[in-house]
């Protein structure tokens, strides 16, 4: 089965500017996490939805930081306008229930650099 | 407090040893542990999971969970240097949300 894509893979973007992720998870995996990841620290969940609708949200910086899963599938996360403290990894996550116990997958991340 | 909490390390051992790692949660309620292993610039790969009091054994590694102390570790018998990486340790909570530990930094030494 193919696993949990992201795009892009790396991203530079200047202060203020505007920046998107795509996350296409395992097929017929309900929960769609994103994590952001700093340096030396484990992955911070900051949005998971069940089907298209966002159940935990508490971490999401509102302010600047949105996500959406349209059709319960695709998700992008953005954020309008990028910190420099934005800096960090951002994994993409899936999961389901399986027979023996839960399936989790990360993707492969998007490194983005706030310059 | 954190949810989960896990020594950062690094921890250092020589080629073929046992390496030793360890995890606590809050959350009584959870059901389900998971060890990933992280390679430096890549995303953690799931190598455990355990949903059970006592040890689970897969090749060389074993992970032992012990609900009433709410402790979970792993055990890396005949440690590589390819073993060399950050383990995370994660539990699920109520729900589906899962916790992450800060990780732990392994350095096996040839």
């Known amino acids: 089965e193919a696993g949990v894509v992201q795009s892009p893979r790396y991203k530079i973007i200047e202060k203020k500017q505007p920046v998107a992720f795509w996350c296409n998870p395992i097929s017929g995996h309900n929960t769609l996490y994103w994590y952001r990841q700093n340096l030396g620290q484990g992955p911070e969940l900051l949005i998971r939805?069940?089907?298209?609708?966002?159940?935990?949200d508490s971490q999401l910086p509102k302010d600047r930081f949105s996500a959406e899963r349209l059709k319960g599938v695709d998700s992008t996360l953005k954020i309008q306008p990028a910190e420099l403290g934005d800096s960090a990894v951002y994994l993409c996550a899936s999961s389901r229930r399986t027979g023996g116990g839960w399936g989790y997958t990360f993707g492969s991340g998007t490194r983005l650099t706030v310059v | 407090q954190k949810e989960v909490e896990q020594n950062s390390g690094p921890l250092s051992v020589p080629e073929g040893a046992i390496a030793s790692l360890n995890c606590t949660y809050s959350d009584r309620v959870s059901q389900s542990f998971f060890w990933y292993r992280q390679y430096s610039g890549k995303s953690p790969e799931l190598i455990m999971s355990?949903?059970?009091?006592g040890d689970k054994e897969d090749g060389r590694f074993t992970a032992q969970l012990n609900k009433a102390s709410q402790y979970v570790s792993l055990l890396i018998r005949d440690s590589q240097p390819s073993d060399s990486a950050t383990y995370l340790c994660a539990v699920r909570g109520n729900g589906n949300q899962f916790y992450f530990g800060t990780g732990t930094s392994l350095t096996v030494i040839p």
């Open positions: 939805y069940e089907n298209e609708e966002a159940v935990d």
């Open positions: 355990i949903y059970s009091n």
